[in-house]
């Protein structure tokens, strides 16, 4: 018999820079993606499920995607080993822009290429935006960050961000299911195929 059972994903937006904090019910356990929205808002949602919180994933550093990554226990995050010095300096990860610093140290990483963390979790380093941005996949949902947007992509002017990079990390994403549902960093959800025929970083030449 197939298991019918789909993850149900919640979408908080932080009302300052509208950066999307995702948390993913999967059928045994929780995770959170990118907590930039206050932590009492992330935890409103988990406490509302008996499922427990397994892994907290950065898609990158910045400090619109990590505010409240303190709050969860260091050893469930996860970042590609890349991003390990974005995440522990603030001049970096642009927090000193807020007037405090954010540091996230001890955290787990993602290493290499292509990363399977857990069944149905695939984590593709895709640096660019910063050196260790990825795009997180969870069954056929994907969860761009900052380097894929509908019509855009990850600005590349701030510390780490570099344009040939980010352009040969838009070849992997052209071996990704076309079909597949995009959750970005920013703005509304899409169909990778749609994003296809407006964003001009994508369009097929």
Partial sequence: MTDAYKDIIHILVEPELGENTYIVERKNYMVVIDPGCEFSEIKAILDKSVKPLKYVL????????????????????YAHEEE????????????????????????????????????GITIYHT???????????????????????YDSIGRTDL?????????????????????????????????LRDSYKVNYFLKDK
């Fill in 159 to 191: 510390p780490g961000g570099n344009s040939k990079e980010l352009q040969m990390s838009l070849k992997l994403i052209d071996s990704l299911n076309r079909d597949a549902k995009v959750y970005p960093g920013h703005g509304e959800p899409f169909i």
């Fill in 127 to 149: 640096p660019g935006h910063t050196p260790g941005g990825v795009i997180i996949k969870i069954n056929e949902a994907l969860f761009s960050g900052d380097t894929l947007f």
């Fill in 58 to 77: 950065l898609t990158h550093g910045h400090v619109d995607h990590i505010k409240s990554a303190n709050s969860f226990p260091a050893d469930i995050i």
């Fill in 84 to 119: 390990v010095q974005t995440l522990k300096t603030p001049s970096r990860n642009a927090s000193l822009w807020t007037g405090k610093g954010i540091k996230v140290e001890g955290i787990k990483v993602f290493k290499g290429k292509v990363f399977t963390l857990d069944d």
